[in-house]
């Protein structure tokens, strides 16, 4: 089976450009989740989708960061303008709600803004 | 705001030892408890544990849950090199799957 998908899994850019990350969760779960990892901060929530609808977007850390979910198969992760400080490693997870809590993870995008 | 702290940072030892790592939570309404072993890629799961007192164990790896005092341990026997790794634990609270992180153990075994 496929786990979940991240695409690219490294992206290098120029500080104020615009960073688009990508995710396909894992067919017939229905939770999405993206997280972002750094050494400082450890592994922040960022966003929560549940049936393609936004629930929890408390950990965005600003206008800048932006995400989507069209269908139950695609998310979309965007930073615009990008900042040095929004580079880290971003990963997607997504969980099937009626199992609990176990969210499985994606292999990560890890960006470096310069 | 909920809140999940591990100790150690981090820990050194030798093959063969037995190492016990330490998860301490505040949150709202706790659903479980979840333990993720991350090595140079992504978090993979290990335990989910909701009731307090009973062990989960797969192989040389156990974990424990204690609501009383809000804290799960994680232990591993018999270490070994491929244990070396960043161990997360994390915990669920009210409704909707959201995890909250803790800051991880770096574990190094050394042969």
Redesign the interface.
């Known amino acids: 089976d496929a786990g979940v998908i991240q695409s690219p899994r490294h992206e290098v850019t120029e500080m104020g450009q615009e960073v688009t990350l990508r995710c396909k969760p894992i067919s017939g779960h229905n939770?999405l989740?993206w997280?972002r990892q750094t050494m400082m901060r450890?592994?922040?929530?960022l966003i929560?989708f549940?049936n393609n609808v936004p629930?929890?977007d408390s950990g965005m850390p600003e206008d800048r960061f932006s995400a989507k979910m069209p269908n139950a198969s695609f998310s979309t992760l965007k930073i615009q303008p990008s900042e040095p400080r929004d580079s880290a490693v971003y990963?997607c997870a997504s969980?099937f709600?009626g199992r609990?809590?176990?969210?499985?993870?994606?292999?990560?995008t890890r960006l470096t803004v310069t | 705001e909920d809140k999940v702290v591990q100790s150690p940072l981090s820990l050194v030892v030798h093959e063969g030892d037995t190492v016990t790592l330490n998860c301490s939570y505040e949150v709202t309404n706790f659903r479980s408890l979840l333990w993720y072993k991350q090595e140079k890629k992504a978090p993979t799961f290990l335990f989910m544990l909701t009731s307090s007192g009973i062990e989960k164990k797969s192989g040389r790896l156990s974990s424990i849950l204690d609501k009383k005092e809000l804290s799960s341990i994680l232990n591993i026997t018999a270490t070994q090199t491929g244990d070396s790794a960043i161990y997360l634990c994390a915990v669920e609270a009210d409704a909707g799957n959201m995890l909250t992180f803790g800051g991880g153990t770096r574990l190094m075994v050394k042969p």
């Open positions: 939770s989740f997280y450890g592994l922040e929530l929560y549940n629930i929890d990963f969980s709600g609990g809590a176990e969210q499985y993870f994606g292999p990560g």
